[in-house]
């Protein structure tokens, strides 16, 4: 069992930064891919990042290569996404996942766990 708790949200104007954070319990963090996802007002939710279990091998969307990176740090048991040159439509609820897996995963489907979100909302 893993449970994810995320902080770093917030109301930024468009063109600036943010830097989530999403904290791990539970045993065997190292073993899991994580991911960040996000959802929209009226829209589904979408992949944004995702990282395997080392952090050696990473997934971005289209939409945010280039602005977003993500990062792990095992022995702290956390994930981040560094968030730069926010657009407005970045605005969303933003989650942290876990996928009971070493490799990388991509689509929300195959997460296990998941927080409870921080909003994200970046004026224009």
């Known amino acids: 069992q893993v449970q994810l708790v995320e902080s770093g949200g917030g109301l930024v104007q468009a063109g600036g930064s943010l830097r989530l954070s999403c904290a791990a319990s539970?045993?065997?963090?190292?073993?899991?891919?994580m991911g960040w996802f996000r959802q929209a007002p009226g829209k589904e939710r979408e992949s944004v990042a995702t990282?395997?279990?080392?952090?050696?091998?990473?997934y971005y969307a289209d939409s945010v290569k280039d602005r977003f990176t993500i990062s792990r740090d095992n022995a702290k048991k956390m994930v981040y996404l560094q968030m730069n040159s926010l657009k407005p439509e970045d605005t969303a609820v933003y989650y942290c996942?876990?996928?009971?897996?070493?490799?990388?995963?991509?689509?929300?489907?195959?997460?296990?766990?998941w927080g409870q979100g921080t909003q994200v909302t970046v004026s224009s």
């Open positions: 990282i395997n279990w080392s952090g050696g091998t990473t």
């Open positions: 539970g045993r065997f963090f190292s073993s899991f891919a």
């Open positions: 996942a876990a996928a009971g897996t070493l490799a990388l995963r991509i689509g929300s489907n195959e997460y296990d766990y």
